[in-house]
């Protein structure tokens, strides 16, 4: 048994109370018999003599014999009381502790923007606490807490507890501290519980403290909230305080977070009482991020920009990102775009049509908006290589249709393209007219491995010999070519005509599924070719300079006629562009431009032999276009670079820690990509460590580029290398850098709901500036901490025991003469 010791009988037993201390009892005995044993004692006792009393004396009312029994019992339990040897154990205690934690972190210097009537009720709270009121900074405001009203906050804990006050940074302690306990060699009268300290200089040591405060500027480099509440509660292990008082904005950046340190707190039985600083409403900044570009072009092509916009306090709004070429005023293309909710971030697409050859930076940049307070991050640079180089093209037919006859015209009238034709049922005289025109298909390997991209329209193969088809099947798998195959579908042969050929391999459909239209049903209703998501992605497709154009022009084409109905594709195929009524068994639109890769090469099939209808009311325009266009997307590997056969890239050199890392490899030569969608390994090494394996996919924008994520890593540098067959003995390889938290400033949001978490988690509570008023009323009283043993007072041998007991007996006496009784 235990508690505190009332003050009158502290002054029964002769102590003088002192103001920062109290006393707590408890009960000593040298009781050797076990509970249950004393228990049965106790029970016979008490019936033994209640029964003798009834039974005696009947002379004499039931309620007088009962209460006589009391009175023998009583006595008894005074002589069990002295064979006990009962004795009063004093300790004296001293008075909980509060912590005051104060973030010091430069992320407090961040003046938030509030609404004009909030404002004007917090200016002329800094202005009583003596500070500068026009910087509404959450130091201002921590300071505010502090200092108003004589630092009466302050005065208040040091009233009632000991104080400790600790600035965030490393959880220094400020000058002043609560006086060091007194020794437990120390004897001296005690009083219960907080009580108020007599006037003494404790509070002129508050005040110094509160001068501390007032002169002290934030210079913090990173915050450690988990760590500094860690630190309080570990040097206060011997003696829990009542509660720790954070006053931080909650934003952490190193160590662990604040909710481990509740963890701990809780497992103490020690609440965090948190008062938040600063608005949590989000910090208004707009973020450009993950910018793809090609490096290498062919001049005229059109080249897509593709990046990330990332916002937060601008939901909603429009904004518009712009190209300009580096130190060039011009705007070379724009893009209009929503910002989406606070850190999801949109795609946003420039197109760009270079007209000239040569190496250019280019810059992507949106506008700052009103309350950004970073705007490096607003701009984003690439270097890109625009180039002129030949394209040879071999275009086979078996009969002059009108694809065949307006593409070999278009094609001879380019300068970029060198042409060659075979039509298979041509005169020999018409071949020695046209300059570009081959009297039979290249039989020899090397001379058609000196071809780009081969256009393999409706012809016979019955003309081709098996070793031609073998050449052209190499032409495109093989790795050391990984040429283009264009198939064109025509009434007569293609593809049905090619079904148990080597070619059936290439072709991104089952042959067997196709279907033709009726030879002797005229077609007389039209349908415009309505490009897919992907095939808008890829360059080829890019009518326009910009997407909306883009999609227009297809939108304004001339309808087509003849379709070959493909309802069933490999797996793999990829649909560019499709019919927009007509659906397969499956449910899905039939295709009318379809893609597939092949070993190191590109397959692309045309369900329809009229793209020349879209000469009709412009002229070669769109025809020409989206031809030479395609042309020079499946002809990209004449643009590799000599560098090495593939390029490792990153989209930063320098990551903040608990960032990812997003790698893309690019293959300069696409013929050396890999076959499979996940075919590329990036090693990725820290030294000292163990390297990770990262596996990165295709993606939609090219064959040859793969792109992955390095999720999250550890502070440090890092040497990344490509560990795929085609880069052996060169692979390619780039450092970049995991840096320790820079920044106070990369993140300077209130974090209201980690704050929230911790006050609940650990049964304390939280606060705004506006409610922080009630903290010292919330404070709870804490537990005594117990500084020493007094002294062990016996009681079974003090004459009020003996006085007590001698009254007992005289009593009962009395009373059984009284009673009639022997």
């Known amino acids: 048994m235990s508690g505190t010791l009332p003050s009158w009988i502290e002054r029964l037993l002769g102590f003088e109370a002192k103001s920062e201390e109290g006393t707590i009892w408890s009960l000593e005995t040298t009781w050797i018999w076990p509970p249950w044993v004393t228990l049965l004692f106790v029970i016979f006792s008490v019936m033994f003599v209640v029964a003798i009393y009834l039974r005696e004396g009947r002379s004499s009312t039931r309620p007088y014999r009962i209460f006589l029994a009391v009175i023998r019992l009583s006595v008894m339990a005074v002589v069990l009381l002295m064979i ?30 509030y609404d004009p009537k909030l404002r004007g009720q917090l200016v002329p709270r800094v202005e009583q606490a003596g500070l500068e009121p026009a910087e509404l900074s959450r130091w201002n405001l921590a300071r505010t807490l502090l200092l108003t009203h004589d630092a009466a906050l302050l005065k208040g804990i040091a009233g009632t507890y000991k104080l400790r006050t600790y600035f965030l940074t490393g959880a220094r302690p400020a000058t002043w501290r609560a006086p060091p306990e007194p020794s437990s060699a120390e004897s001296r009268p005690e009083t219960s519980g907080p009580v108020v300290p007599e006037a003494s200089d404790a509070e002129a040591e508050v005040l110094a403290l509160a001068e501390e405060i007032r002169q002290l500027k934030p210079t913090g480099q990173s915050t450690r909230l988990g760590t500094a509440v860690r630190d309080v509660l570990d040097e206060l292990r011997g003696s829990a305080p009542a509660g720790v008082v954070l006053l931080t904005d909650g934003i952490n950046t190193e160590g662990p977070p604040l909710a481990d340190a509740a963890s701990l707190a809780r497992r103490r039985g020690v609440p965090l009482l948190i008062v938040g600083l600063g608005s949590d409403q989000p910090v208004k900044d ?71 050859v040569g190496r250019f930076r280019y810059v992507v940049e949106v506008e700052p908006q009103e309350g950004e307070l970073q705007t490096d991050n607003n701009r984003q640079e690439r270097t890109v290589e625009v180039r002129k180089e030949k394209i040879r093209v071999l275009l086979v037919q078996a009969y002059p249709s009108y694809e065949f006859r307006f593409l070999r015209e278009m094609l001879r009238r380019d300068e970029t393209i060198e042409l060659s034709t075979v039509l298979q049922e041509a005169d020999p005289e018409s071949v020695g007219q046209d300059p570009s025109a081959l009297p039979v298909f290249p039989v020899r390997r090397d001379e058609l491995f000196s071809y780009d991209v081969i256009i393999l329209g409706d012809a016979n193969p019955a003309l081709l010999s098996p070793s031609i088809m073998q050449n052209l099947v190499d032409f495109v798998d093989q790795s050391g070519k990984g040429g283009a195959l264009v198939l064109i579908a025509g009434a007569r042969y293609m593809p049905s005509a090619y079904r148990d050929t080597p070619l059936a391999r290439l072709m991104p459909v089952n042959i067997g599924s196709v279907r033709y239209p009726n030879p002797d049903q005229p077609i007389t209703e039209g349908f415009m070719v309505r490009p897919t998501e992907l095939g808008l992605d890829s360059p080829a497709m890019q009518l326009g300079d910009d997407p909306a154009q883009t999609q227009a022009i297809w939108h304004n084409l001339s309808p087509l006629y003849w379709l070959l109905e493909i309802p069933e594709l490999k797996p793999g195929a990829r649909v560019l562009a499709e019919h927009p009524t007509r659906r397969g068994q499956d449910g899905q639109p039939l295709p009318v431009i379809c893609m597939q890769y092949v070993g190191a090469g590109k397959v692309v099939l045309h369900a329809t032999d009229e793209t020349w209808r879209w000469r009709q009311r412009v002229g070669d325009v769109f025809f020409a276009r989206y031809w030479i266009q395609m042309l020079r997307y499946l002809s990209r590997s004449k643009l590799a670079d000599r560098g090495g056969p593939a390029v490792l890239t990153t989209d930063r050199r320098e990551y903040a820690h608990g960032d990812s890392v997003r ?22 090494g820290r030294q000292g460590h163990k390297t990770e394996r990262v596996q990165l996919h295709r993606a939609t924008a090219g064959r040859g580029i793969f792109e992955g994520v390095l999720t999250r890593p550890p502070v440090g540098k890092y040497h990344a290398w490509v560990a795929t067959a085609a880069t052996e003995g060169r692979a390619a390889a780039i450092d970049f850098s995991v840096l320790a938290p820079p920044g106070e400033f990369e993140r300077v949001r209130v974090d209201t709901a980690a704050m929230q978490q911790a006050a609940e988690q650990t049964g304390g509570r939280y606060y ?37 007991f001698l009254i007992l007996l005289m009593t009962e006496w009395i009373l059984r003469k009284l009673g009639g009784m022997v």
């Open 84 to 113: 006990a040897q009962v004795a009063v154990s004093l300790q004296r205690t001293g008075l909980p502790y509060v912590a005051v934690v104060v973030d010091d972190s430069l992320s407090m210097t961040i003046a938030d923007r």
């Open 286 to 356: 707009l973020h450009l991020s993950d910018l793809l570009v090609d490096p290498l072009v062919f001049v005229d092509d059109v080249v897509n920009f593709e990046l990330n916009l990332t916002g937060t306090g601008f939901e909603g709004t429009k904004v518009t990102v712009v190209l300009r070429e580096q130190s060039k005023p011009d705007v070379l293309a724009r893009a209009e775009a929503t910002v989406g909710p606070d850190g999801q971030p949109q795609q946003v697409r420039l197109a760009h049509r270079p007209t000239e």
């Open 663 to 684: 790698l893309r490899v690019r293959f300069s030569d696409e013929r050396l990509a890999p076959a499979e969608d996940d075919g590329v390994v990036v090693v990725v």
């Open 768 to 804: 705004t500036f506006a409610t922080a008023n009630r903290l010292l009323e919330d404070l709870p009283p804490g537990r005594q901490v117990p500084i020493g043993l007094v002294s062990r007072i016996p009681l079974w041998n003090r004459w009020p025991v003996l006085l007590l």
